[in-house]
């Protein structure tokens, strides 16, 4: 079993910056990715962005430029520096891991508010 805890949302001004941190534990195999999405009420679940565990990285559209994701591999921890928030960032943010092509895990989530 694997276990995600994310830190780090809260709430922002718009043009602000906000860094979530998502530590795994657990049974956790060297070769996965590690990511975030988010859910903002009504829509659907989307990509923020993640990383394997060879430092590949993929954005979702609505954040390249403005998001970084990186880990640590030697923490299992993976981050997420969001810079130049807008409203629209505003979501449930939630952190992933997904290993030997079929194990997915979730964290609980953690708000992020962008105000205007």
């Known amino acids: 079993q694997v276990h995600l805890v994310e830190s780090g949302g809260g709430l922002v001004q718009a043009g602000g910056s906000l860094r979530l941190s998502c530590a795994a534990s657990?049974?956790?195999?060297?070769?996965?990715?590690m990511g975030w999405y988010r859910q903002a009420p009504g829509k659907q679940r989307e990509l923020v962005a993640h990383?394997?565990?060879?430092?590949?990285?993929n954005y979702g559209d609505s954040v390249k430029g403005r998001f970084t994701i990186s880990r640590d591999n030697a923490k299992n921890t993976v981050y997420l520096q969001m810079n130049s928030l807008k409203p629209e960032d505003t979501a449930v943010y939630y952190c992933?891991?997904?290993?030997?092509?079929?194990?997915?895990?979730w964290g609980q989530g953690t708000q992020v508010t962008v105000s205007s």
């Open positions: 992933n891991l997904f290993q030997r092509l079929q194990y997915n895990y």
């Open positions: 657990g049974s956790i195999f060297s070769i996965n990715t």
């Open positions: 990383i394997t565990s060879g430092g590949i990285t």
